[in-house]
């Protein structure tokens, strides 16, 4: 059969009738749940498609067996005479491989069963169900007796069993009339096939035979081309549809307002954004039309994003093995009223959004973000629903829709809705002062006739305050204003989005191909560049599918046209900077929306009465005698000779078709892959189909198939492990090098942590394929208590605590041998599943399983161990085929071993993704002191006492117990450890100490800091310092390299090796011997000494250009290796004259003690009188200073003091203006050679100038620093 025309130039492609098929008999529906259970009335049949109209189309070949499951998607249904059979209709859509799509439109009723054989085989039925009864009724009570049937009674009323009888009882089946039409004009379809169920159960006959409407509205109604709008006729009436222009938004033919009555507002909301982030959605309603509904609603609310993965509006009951899917998705579950939520077996709860449609409840997934400013959102949503009389509460009854017109004030606020109560005649005339006039006149002559006679003699005549409206223009007002809502918001949200898209230089083949490596938009700058209430969406929403598709889009726009849907969102974008930037609406930013909002409805409203064109009208077809006969309540067989294009009945058609619709344009679907060549629409199709499952077909569902899709799985879930734990790696390293001049940092603190929490996800899918049974929300964290379980009983042996204070006096001689491993004076810790896991049930924080296995993940990733305990974990392979089918992911064995591999090229890097994250936890420290192996060093009689500190929180004194060089304690979380002071009282008669370390190790992540000191505790040695601020080294474990290299880390941009050994976070601190200037020290030259305060310097300036929360400590920077105060010192020892020519034991802070009391001489006396203002101010300070320190503790040494006036210099800005001062002074003519740093006048205005730089910088210093001072 030819057909007519082009692609996209009808209305409908086919009409489908399905229903019971005589010949085939009633085929019970072995997919249905419980089936055999129930009474043969209430179980389901296979249905079929009957007939469809015409056979084929070419640009869209008909699939019956998608169409025929989707008509019926819960088969065939029968009621009794005695039973409500009311009518009911849905939507449906069918994907193809290349992605467009075909939308149906189903109309079931009910009718009559006139063949004896079926209704004989019902008989049959009924009696094998009663005997099956009576042999059960021994045994036990039948389990659904008492369970109210699908769609059969009211929920509360009693159930009574329902029966058949061939003799007295009718039987009436279900059957399905569809139109398949290439774009989705629902409200127009379900009219015309309402209005022909009309005709055919009406007692009169239709003006024309049904053949008549169906062949009109296949053949010679057009489809409207954009910005167009068309009029055809059905049975009883005219239907009209609009099509929006390309620079409108897409075509939605839904009322948005149900899904807000279903579900209410601030669930709405939380369910579009998981939408944005692409979590798992599944729809569960027993009724398909809310199904299809807020799918479709969900969907056209992310514009101009498209969702890119599985997508199934109405799950047949074929494809549930669809819901194992560890791929996003978004599916509509049909249920019975008779099943029971808590027995839904639902795989990735995890990431799941349930949403219960009848019963208005939305279940999120745990740690979902907000949407930026979500209360302004719901306001300004509440407000565009009640001014069209929508109510705000789920499940609440709206008004009639006639009465729900939307009306917006002239200044843009809400009004109050409108109201449509009807006054009677006689409130009119009384109202009216004309009238009363008129009857006092009357009155006075003699008539006696009243305001309620003359009322009566008055014809039926409404008043009204308000015309009526018409429902359809006020919904299609409503879908208006919410569209652009969420339409504006997305646009403020990525504001200035196309400045990161980073364009490519090639051609658009070779960025077609190397697309996937490549990357498109600079996220880290992005984020950079965001308030921070927006990062917890943003982080992952960019990492999305659909944002990665809008930036594809955005690309290809350099050389194919640009997509409608990103034209009009850029559109949107400028439109808001103007507005932005507009002086006049600077005093209402939301004006904008507002008056965009009444423009989309005042173009709605001008062109809802505006019919560009008139479809040809019904008429009657060349049909022989006999056909088209009317039988009440039976949907006639229609004539295949007269439905066949050909048949000589397109005579309007063809006369007609040179005339009309001269500007014919494809949908926008199709033009991206028909318009194409044959090589490159293969090449679409290609890529579409490479594409992970993105849609389930529908018409081929054999075990073959089921197989090959699950391989798609587990392929599809390695290839992202891969991808996931690479870009971790990379971007991590990137981040760490930055310290070895490798590169800018492209890692945010945020971003690390999304991609973290995406490994998250992604583990959490493979744990949920293929699963037996679920028991919690959590796969992951379900299999690791049951090993647990396991584990426990087989073996219980007592455990040793690792938490219980040290009590040892003395460390044994094996720890203080010679050279010892710092690592190895520390007892071993467990590193296994079972003890990490009880580390994480001691969590008082955590409440879910969700919470414990991200939790766990977070540890073992920080520990290093993740890939370890997984292999531990899945070597138990009798637990693991308890829990898993053999087509799972786990039980894949090759696949298993390359994931476990992708996940110990992780080990390569750092993460604090455990300790930065649960700030609040208690966490045990096990300390160790390493003593000096002098002699009378290694003991003390004094008290001695520590402080620890980290990037969190700080202990506070501490006291340490006597003699004891090994303890724990627990403390919450301090974050990465920075800083200990330690010292003592000086008490006894040997009080001096010398430490040469400390060990702290955190017994839940394992991190171990090892904190240098080497220097003598005591009054009399050393500086007489009896406490000294140390800086912590993270001492780590061997790093097996030859597992790395092996791997495809070897392809990342840095040598591997070199970032193994170099890459330290934080940077750590040497040993530093004492800085009394008689002590021999490496000499360095004087531009070594230039270039180490440079670079002390300039790692302060990075720091405060970093992200806040990526920065660290500051400490560090300042007292650790190479930092500010070594350096200086440096300045300070070079060229210092023979400390013989002043005593043994001279300090830093000795000089600085001699400028001092020179500064207070001068001025004192008439000399320093003649100085500026600012030098004296200058003096001051630095006198002021040096005396709080001196003055603050009798305990802290000279060096202490030196390092404690350095960062309270650079604190507040002073260095710059301290240095020329002092070198100007006799003292440092004394006591430096003319070779020294301080007497070279080119250094001196080089160390000015680069401390000068670190005035713009507001440095605060922690308070383990400041040991107590304060100024």
């Known amino acids: 059969m030819s057909e007519p025309g082009q692609a996209g130039t009808r209305f409908a492609d086919y009409f489908v009738v399905c229903g019971l098929d005589v010949a085939s008999g009633l085929e019970p529906d072995q997919l249905q749940a419980h089936n055999l259970q129930l009474t043969p009335l209430e179980r389901s049949y296979n249905s079929k498609v009957l007939a469809h109209y015409p056979d084929s189309v070419t640009w869209n070949p008909f699939d019956e067996s998608a169409v025929g499951m989707l008509c019926l998607p819960k088969g065939l ?709 049951a090993y647990q379980e396991m584990e426990e009983t087989r073996d219980r042996s007592p455990e040793t605590s690792a938490l219980s204070p040290g009590t040892g006096p003395m460390m044994d001689r094996r720890r203080r041998s010679k050279s010892p491993d710092p690592i190895s004076l520390l007892p071993a810790m467990k590193q296994t599943v079972i003890q990490d896991m009880r580390s994480i049930q001691s969590m008082k924080e955590i409440k879910t399983d969700v919470g414990f296995a991200r939790t766990w993940v977070r540890l073992s990733i920080e520990k290093k161990m993740l890939s370890a305990h997984l292999k531990e974990l899945l070597a138990d392979q009798e637990l693991l085929k308890s829990r898993y089918k053999r087509y799972a992911f786990l039980r894949s064995e090759e696949e298993r071993e390359q994931f476990l591999y992708h996940l110990l090229s992780l080990n390569a890097v750092d993460y604090f993704c455990f300790t930065n994250c649960f700030t609040a936890t208690v966490i045990p420290y096990r300390v160790v002191i390493v003593p000096s192996r002098k002699f009378n060093a290694s003991t003390t009689t004094a008290n001695p006492w520590m402080c620890l500190a980290g990037e969190l929180s700080d202990t506070g004194i501490i006291q340490l117990p006597k003699h004891a060089l090994e303890m724990t304690f627990e403390h919450k979380n301090l974050g990465v450890l920075t800083t200990l002071r330690i010292g003592h009282d000086n008490s006894g008669l040997m009080p001096k100490w010398m430490v040469e370390y400390i060990l702290v190790r955190n017994e839940v992540t394992g991190h171990t800091y090892k904190f240098q000191c080497g220097r003598w505790l005591g009054k009399g040695v050393d500086d007489g310092s009896l406490e000294r601020l140390l800086v912590g080294e993270l001492l780590r474990k061997p790093v097996d390299t030859e597992v790395v290299r092996t791997s495809w880390v070897h392809q990342l941009p840095s040598p591997i090796e070199e970032l193994l050994k170099k890459c330290r976070t934080p940077p750590g601190s040497r040993s530093r011997s004492p800085v009394g200037m008689d002590v021999p020290k490496i000499r360095l030259a004087l531009p070594q000494i230039q270039e180490m305060v440079g670079d002390a310097v300039n790692n302060i300036v990075k720091h405060f250009y970093k992200p806040e929360k990526e920065r660290g400590s500051l400490t560090l920077l300042l007292c650790g290796e190479n930092g500010l105060v070594e350096s200086l010192e440096q300045v300070f020892l070079y060229g210092f004259k023979s400390s013989r020519l002043f005593r043994n034991k001279f300090f830093v802070w000795d000089f600085i003690g001699k400028v001092y009391t020179y500064f207070q001489s001068i001025d004192n006396d008439q000399e320093g009188s003649e100085d500026s203002v600012e030098v004296r101010q200058s003096r001051k300070s630095l006198c002021r200073l040096v005396e709080k320190i001196n003055a603050h503790s009798t305990s802290m040494g000279k060096d202490e003091k030196f390092k404690l006036l350095v960062c309270l210099g650079a604190r507040d800005h002073l260095l710059d203006q301290w240095i020329p001062l002092i070198v100007a002074t006799p003292v440092t003519l004394s006591m430096y050679e003319d070779s020294s740093f301080l007497r070279d006048e080119a250094m001196v205005q080089f160390l000015v100038s680069i401390l000068q730089s670190l005035k713009e910088f507001n440095i605060m210093l922690e308070a383990s620093l400041m040991s107590g001072l304060d100024v």
């Open 77 to 785: 249904s029968f009621r009794t005479q005695n039973e409500r059979r009311e009518t009911r209709f849905h939507s449906f859509i069918i994907t193809r491989e290349d992605g467009s799509r075909t939308y149906g439109t189903s109309f079931i009723f009910y009718e009559k069963v006139v063949d004896k054989q079926i209704c004989a085989a019902m008989q049959t039925l009924f009696a094998m169900h009663q005997a099956e009864l009576s042999n059960r009724q021994s045994r036990t009570v039948f389990p659904l007796m008492d369970r109210t049937p699908p769609e059969i009674g009211d929920e509360n009323e009693r159930y009574v069993p329902r029966t058949y009888d061939i003799n007295s009882d009718t039987l009436y089946v279900t059957k399905s009339i569809c139109l398949i039409t290439p774009l989705p004009f629902i409200q127009a379809c379900k009219k015309f096939l309402a209005q022909l169920y009309e005709a055919i159960s009406s007692p009169s006959q239709p003006p024309l035979p049904v053949e008549s409407y169906v062949y009109n509205i296949l053949y010679e109604v057009p489809l409207p081309p954009p910005g167009r709008s068309l009029q055809f006729n059905g049975v009883k009436s005219s239907i009209t549809c609009h099509r929006p222009s390309a620079s409108e938004l897409p075509l939605f033919d839904f009322h948005v307002r149900e899904m807000f009555t279903l579900l209410g507002v601030d669930s709405v909301l939380q369910l579009w954004t998981c939408a944005l982030l692409e979590k798992h959605i599944l729809l569960y309603s027993q009724d398909y039309h809310r199904l299809m509904l807020l799918a479709e609603s969900l969907s056209v609310l992310l514009f101009p994003f498209t969702w890119q993965h599985v997508y199934v509006p109405i799950l047949p009951a074929s494809l549930l093995h669809f819901l194992d899917a560890p791929v996003p998705y978004i599916m509509g579950l049909h249920h019975n009223r008779r099943d029971d939520r808590a027995e839904l077996q639902l795989p990735h709860e995890a990431s799941l959004c349930f949403v219960d449609i009848d019963n208005h409840t939305v279940e999120l997934p745990e740690d979902l973000p907000q949407f930026p400013k979500k209360l302004d959102v719901l306001q300004e949503i509440s407000e565009v629903l009640v001014r069209c009389n929508v109510p705000l509460e789920p499940g609440t009854n709206p008004p009639s829709r006639s009465d729900s017109g939307c009306h917006l004030s002239d200044d843009g606020r809400t009004g109050s809705p409108a109201h449509t109560s009807t006054l009677s005649k006689r409130d009119i005339l009384e109202s009216s002062e004309a009238i009363a006039k008129i009857t006092a006149i009357a009155q006075r002559m003699g008539v006696s006739h009243t305001i309620s006679d003359i009322a009566k003699s008055l014809p039926e005549i409404a008043f009204d305050k308000k015309p009526k409206v018409d429902p359809d223009l006020e919904d299609m007002k409503l879908n208006a204003a919410l569209r652009e809502i969420f339409l504006h918001r997305l646009a403020s949200l990525l504001l200035g989005y196309e400045a990161f898209v980073i364009q490519p230089n090639g051609d658009l083949e070779s960025w077609f191909s190397n697309r996937e490596q490549m990357t498109n938009f600079d996220k880290a700058a992005f984020l950079s560049d965001q308030p921070d209430i927006y990062l917890p969406f943003l982080s992952p929403f960019i990492e999305t599918q659909m944002f990665a598709t809008l930036v594809d889009n955005k690309i290809m726009a350099n050389w194919e046209p640009i997509d409608d849907n990103l034209k009009i969102f850029d559109a949107k974008i400028e439109s808001i900077k103007s507005s932005r930037n507009s002086h006049i609406r600077m005093s209402n930013p939301d004006r904008s929306m507002l008056v965009e909002i009444q423009d989309s409805e005042r173009a709605i409203a001008e062109k809802w009465n505006k019919i560009d064109h008139m479809a040809v009208h019904p008429h009657l077809l060349t049909m022989k005698i006999g056909q088209g006969r009317h039988e009440p309540g039976f949907f006639p067989e229609l004539q295949p000779d007269v439905m066949c294009f050909e048949s000589g009945n397109n005579r309007y058609t063809r006369r007609n078709m040179r005339q009309q619709w001269r500007r014919k344009e494809r949908m926008h679907q199709h033009s991206q892959h028909l318009a194409m060549s044959t090589d490159q629409r293969e090449k679409y199709i290609q890529e579409a189909r490479s594409k992970l499952l993105r849609q389930p077909k529908l018409s081929d569902m054999s075990p073959a198939v089921i197989a090959q899709t699950n391989w798609k799985f587990v392929e599809g879930l390695l290839k992202e492990c891969k991808v996931k734990t690479k870009r971790m790696l990379v971007e991590k390293m990137g981040s760490e090098a930055v310290e070895l001049g490798h590169g800018e940092t492209s890692l945010r603190g945020m971003e690390e942590n999304t991609l973290i929490a995406s490994l998250c996800d992604l583990l959490e899918r493979i744990w949920s394929h293929g699963l037996q049974t679920k028991q919690g929300k959590s796969a992951l964290w379900s299999h690791l208590m």
